[in-house]
Structure formats: structure tokens, C-alpha cells
């Protein structure tokens, strides 16, 4: 059983930065990659950035390249930190970030995950 917490959402104007946490506790996490997703309104939840669990590769959307950066602070095994850097904000980043985690593969897939977060509210002002 994984539980994750995100934190760090918030109100920012286009053109600025945000810092998402994702707090994950449970057993041996290290077998688990985790990952961003966000949700707008009205639209379906779609695939942010991975940091796959054996070699610490990530992977990030086009939308998000280049102005998101996704980092794991994995030096505790039972107690684990998911991090993204936000940078560069546009409105169209508004949304509910979550995270998730997973021991499969194919981590562009939201229906790979088997553990979520309740979600952190990003909203971007123009």
C-alpha cells in the first residue's frame, strides 16, 4: 500500500514558478515509479512527467518541455519525496496536478497507475 499526499499548489501569474510535492509513504517504495498528471476543467486527466523507479529516467509531456522539471528524493526506502518544478506558467496549465505511482510499465498511461494522490490545485492567471 503506497499513500500519497501532494502540497504546493496555488495561485501564480503567467510567467511564474511553482514547486509541487508529492509526499509517498508505504513499503519498499523503491519498486514503485511515480509520476504527474493533471486535470483542467472539463477535460480528461492527461499525462505531465514520470521518473521511472530503476534508473531514475524521466519522461515529460511536449506540452510541459523544457519548462517543467520532475525530481525524487528517494534516500529514505519507506518515505519518499516526488517533486515538479514549474517554471514558465501559462494559463493552460491550470488544472489539478496528482500524483501517482506504479510498479508497471507503459508510465504515459494514466490506467498504469495504481495509486493516487487527492490532487493540488494549480491555477495561472493571465
Known amino acids: 500500500q503506497v499513500q500519497l499526499v501532494e502540497s504546493g499548489g496555488g495561485l501564480v501569474q503567467a510567467g511564474g514558478s511553482l514547486r509541487l510535492s508529492c509526499a509517498a509513504s508505504?513499503?519498499?517504495?523503491?519498486?514503485?515509479?511515480m509520476a504527474w498528471f493533471r486535470q483542467a476543467p472539463g477535460k480528461e486527466r492527461e499525462f505531465v512527467a514520470f521518473?521511472?523507479?530503476?534508473?531514475?529516467?524521466?519522461?515529460?509531456?511536449d506540452s510541459v518541455k523544457g519548462r517543467f522539471t520532475i525530481s525524487r528524493d528517494n534516500t529514505k526506502d519507506t518515505l519518499n519525496t516526488l517533486y515538479l518544478h514549474m517554471d514558465s506558467l501559462k494559463p493552460e496549465d491550470t488544472a489539478v496536478y496528482y500524483c501517482a505511482a506504479t510498479t508497471g510499465d507503459r508510465l504515459y498511461s494514466e490506467s498504469r497507475y495504481d495509486y493516487w494522490g487527492q490532487g493540488t490545485q494549480v491555477t495561472v492567471s493571465s
Open positions: 521518473m521511472r523507479r530503476n534508473d531514475g529516467k524521466p519522461g515529460v509531456a
Open positions: 508505504g513499503r519498499t517504495l523503491r519498486v514503485y515509479s
